[in-house]
């Protein structure tokens, strides 16, 4: 008798465990990358994947927001020229607090159908 509540006992932890490890996503999701594709495929670039929880572990929410960037995703008017000249990702992304935007891969990293020419960058 014992051992049988103590295996339903083990088995509803099991269940439990599991039914908080499927609550866990949706919290997940929200800390997720962000993909920014306002320009870059039409651009004929794969879009840029920025990896959102990587910087906010690394930087405080006012670094970037709302100085730097929008809080909304695709409501920052961002372009090649801008970051290249140290606006947005171009505020650290310049060789000195981050690597500069000559890495085009690092950020051009979504899924896309986009085929890349190794004229932008992407030869290795
Ligand atoms: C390194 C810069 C940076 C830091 C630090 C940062 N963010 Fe962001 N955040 C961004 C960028 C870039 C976007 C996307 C903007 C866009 O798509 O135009 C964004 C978007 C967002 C969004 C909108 C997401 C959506 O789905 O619309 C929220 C909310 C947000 N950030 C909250 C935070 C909070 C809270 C913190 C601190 C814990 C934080 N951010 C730290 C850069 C940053
Ligand atoms: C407040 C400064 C800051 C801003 C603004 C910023 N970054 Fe970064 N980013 C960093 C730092 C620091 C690193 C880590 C660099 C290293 O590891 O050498 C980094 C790393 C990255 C990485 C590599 C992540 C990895 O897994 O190694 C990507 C991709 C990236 N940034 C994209 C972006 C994009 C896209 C933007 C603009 C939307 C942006 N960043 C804006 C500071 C910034
Ligand atoms: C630090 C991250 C980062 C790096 C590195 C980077 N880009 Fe971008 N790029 C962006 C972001 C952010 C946008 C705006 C995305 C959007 O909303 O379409 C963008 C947009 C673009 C666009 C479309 C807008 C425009 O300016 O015409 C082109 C083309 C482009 N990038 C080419 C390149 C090339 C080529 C390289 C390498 C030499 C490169 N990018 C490297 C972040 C980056």
Redesign the pocket.
């Known amino acids: 008798m014992k051992k049988i509540i103590i295996v339903s006992l083990v088995f509803a932890a099991f269940i439990i465990a599991l039914l908080g490890f499927v609550e866990l996503k949706p919290t997940q999701a929200e800390y997720a990358d962000l993909t ?1 594709n306002r320009y870059a495929e039409q651009a004929g670039m794969p879009p ?4 959102h929880w ?2 906010r572990i ?2 405080k929410c006012k ?2 927001h709302e100085e ?1 960037f929008l809080m909304r995703q695709g409501s920052n008017d ?1 372009n090649m020229q801008k970051i290249i000249q140290g606006e ?2 171009g ?3 310049n060789g000195r ?3 500069a935007p000559i890495y085009c891969d ?2 051009h ?1 979504a899924p896309s159908t986009v085929v890349i020419p190794g004229a932008r960058g992407f030869l290795k």
Not at 48 to 51: A, C, G, S
């Open positions: 920014l840029v994947v920025f990896p990587f910087h690394r930087f670094v970037c730097i961002i947005y990702c505020k650290c992304h607090v981050a690597w690092r950020c990293s």
